[in-house]
């Protein structure tokens, strides 16, 4: 078997007991890897009746054909589980180098089950692994904890994926970090970690990957790194703030005051580039096989409240901590962002709460009582970096707000459940459905939620068309036609990009799906053709959709919140979501209800999973 371990490591916390299992390489030609190989196992073990927060969740971190290889944008991994913030569906994918070390110790996947009786840590050393202590690791944040294990085990060559006191916590928008400065972010997974009383896994392996084809895959990377490097240029000289002024200029697609108001240029010439670069850049910290290096290294020495130095704020943390909140204060908003990486918060899901904080501050719903004395005014500052540090502490509002944005809201009670912006539980991230219409369905039809990385059509806007897959030219993004048909064939592959792993990123650069196919090929030897390829990332999304279904979700769910149905840009579209929905159901062969038919389960070799959701 070419581009695969073959093994996936199962560990029962609850019995302290280890195991190996074989995986045949069919599986792998119907899964690829990742998210799909990931839901396959939580689909199987995972039943309705499962609280996200309890032992019987499975927290499956996986890798792909890519990892272990020279193929660009491969230093990648991916966690999933069912979320302890939406109850549904939940993968999330971080960068660094922490996939292919895992991957070299022997292994494709590792799947968590059971709860330690103590802080624990796993360590997966070339196929060899231990259930260590960590009683005495447990309260750090997640950087203390990288550096103190690696000191520990003795090995500075080994990876670190960890969580910091929000996930200890069971704050339901902890994420996971490794490597200092790459983080799977979304869906609360930090918290099923620390639900499990797992602190961190950490791998060392020395294993090679075999390839079927080392000469042309050594002949296609250095192909790809140097046209990826050129075409993704201005992305690599400013990372993700480039698009800050971009975004807000082409389509107003910036969230302002939690989502209510259309302007803040003062801020957006703040916070983006090339201001970002000139005030607080220090250098580019790229994940492993990465040509574009988006990661910035950044240092804030003044003023003295706001010092802080480490992984810098992406244009998502800049957007929600920063114009979604009216904050003009770029180290404002890197501190913030970096109390985010260090107690291991979701920057956007953070973002959003606050935010959300201040509109209830704003409007009478919350007062100074339930703050601990902070004066939630939009525009300050300080109040943003002390909510993050109540968020992750779980101390006054905090505590509410640690719940998530649904349950926050029934918390506050009032207005407060009519003025939240999420889908499905999940906060929308800084992209705005009504600045570009694919947007809007991607979000309401997202398997995990409103997220920009398991789909972002908009990206048609910049010129990165799929026509592998049929989509040879741009939808209109202020008009609703074909706009279901994009984002189906944005997520069928983008959702191929957590299964193979490859960074989305490299598609800036001009990594086309033949590309990714070609790289498949040369790894594995299979010669799949691009119609298996595509109807692979079909059965992927709709294996996703399924356990989503099984979870009680249908066409109620797939909408989105009030405030999205009022432009309040210039350059925003009304939106006109059900013409949208029916027409995507209809492509997808999804009943009018958004449950993927009998016979479209079929086609796409899931009968087991019809036998599930159909008798």
């Not at 799909?36 to 039943?47: N, R, S």
């Not at 961190?200 to 050594?218: F, Q, S």
């Not at 909408?559 to 009022?566: A, D, E, N, S, V």
């Amino acid at each position: 078997m070419y581009g695969y371990m073959g093994k996936i490591l199962r560990v029962d916390l609850t019995r302290g007991e280890v195991k190996v299992e074989e995986v045949k390489e069919g599986f792998y030609r119907k899964f690829i890897g990742g998210a799909g190989l990931a839901a396959k196992i939580i689909f199987d073990e995972v039943g309705p009746g499962v609280d996200p927060l309890s032992p019987e969740n499975r927290l499956v971190f996986a890798v792909g054909p890519y990892q272990g290889t020279r193929a660009p944008g491969s230093g990648r991994w991916i966690a999933a589980a069912r979320s302890p913030l939406t109850g549904i569906w939940a993968d999330s994918c971080a960068g660094g180098a922490w996939g292919p070390e895992f991957k070299k110790t022997g292994f494709d996947a590792l799947i968590v089950q059971g709860r330690a009786e103590k802080p624990v840590y796993i360590w997966i050393k070339d196929g060899e692994v231990e259930i260590r202590d960590a009683s005495h690791f447990w309260g750090m944040d997640s950087y203390e904890a990288h550096d103190a294990i690696i000191k520990e085990l003795g090995e500075p060559k080994a990876k670190v994926a960890t969580i910091g006191q929000a996930g200890e916590n069971l704050v339901r928008i902890a994420c996971i970090m490794s490597d200092k400065h790459a983080f799977a972010g979304r869906c609360g997974l930090g918290a099923v970690m620390g639900s499990k009383n797992l602190k961190a896994v950490a791998v060392r392996g020395t294993k090679e990957v075999e390839v079927a084809e080392p000469g042309k895959l050594e002949e296609l990377c250095k192909e790809l790194y140097p046209k990826i490097a050129e075409g993704a240029a201005a992305f690599g000289a400013h990372g993700t703030p480039f698009y800050m002024p971009v975004g807000y200029e082409l389509m107003g697609d910036v969230p302002v005051k939690y989502w209510s108001q259309g302007e803040f240029i003062s801020g957006i010439m703040a916070l983006g580039a090339p201001r970002y670069t000139e005030k607080i850049f220090v250098k580019k910290e790229p994940c492993l096989n990465c040509p574009i290096g988006c990661h910035r290294y950044i240092k804030v020495e003044k003023p003295e409240k706001y010092a802080c130095e480490g992984a810098g704020p992406e244009y998502e943390a800049i957007a929600m901590f920063g114009t979604n909140c009216l904050v003009d204060s770029l180290e404002a908003v890197a501190k913030a962002n970096d109390l985010c990486n260090r107690y291991g918060l979701d920057v956007i899901s953070a973002g959003a709460l606050v935010g959300f904080a201040m509109e209830c501050y704003e409007n009478g719903w919350i007062t100074k009582n339930d703050t601990g004395g902070i004066e939630l005014k939009w525009g300050d500052g300080d109040a943003v970096v002390a909510m993050v540090e109540k968020i992750a502490l779980r101390k006054d509002l905090g505590d509410v707000l640690a719940e998530g944005i649904k349950r926050a809201a029934e918390k506050i009670g009032k207005g407060a459940p009519d003025i939240i912006v999420h889908v499905k539980g999940l906060d929308i991230p800084a992209h705005d459905p009504r600045a570009h219409l694919s947007m809007a369905i991607n979000y309401a039809t997202g398997t995990r939620g409103a997220c920009h990385e398991r789909a972002d059509p908009f990206c048609m806007e910049l010129g990165l068309v799929i026509p592998e897959f049929g989509l040879e030219k741009p939808t209109d993004r202020r008009s609703w036609v074909g706009q279901a048909f994009a984002t189906i064939k944005y997520q069928d592959l983008e959702g191929m990009c957590d299964c193979l792993i490859q960074c989305k990123f490299m598609a800036f650069g001009g990594c086309t799906v033949t590309d990714k196919l070609n790289l498949l090929n040369a790894i594995t030897g299979w010669n799949m053709s691009m119609e298996e390829f595509a109807k692979t990332c079909e059965r992927v999304f709709n294996l996703q959709r399924a356990f989503d279904v099984r979870m009680g979700v249908s066409r109620k769910d797939d909408t989105l919140p009030y405030k999205m149905f009022k432009p309040v840009h210039p350059k925003h579209s009304l939106i006109a979501l059900e013409p949208m929905l029916n027409e995507y159901y209809k492509l997808r062969g999804w009943d009018p209800d958004g449950k993927p038919t009998r016979e479209k389960l079929v086609e796409l070799g899931l009968e087991d999973v019809a036998r599930v959701l159909y008798g």
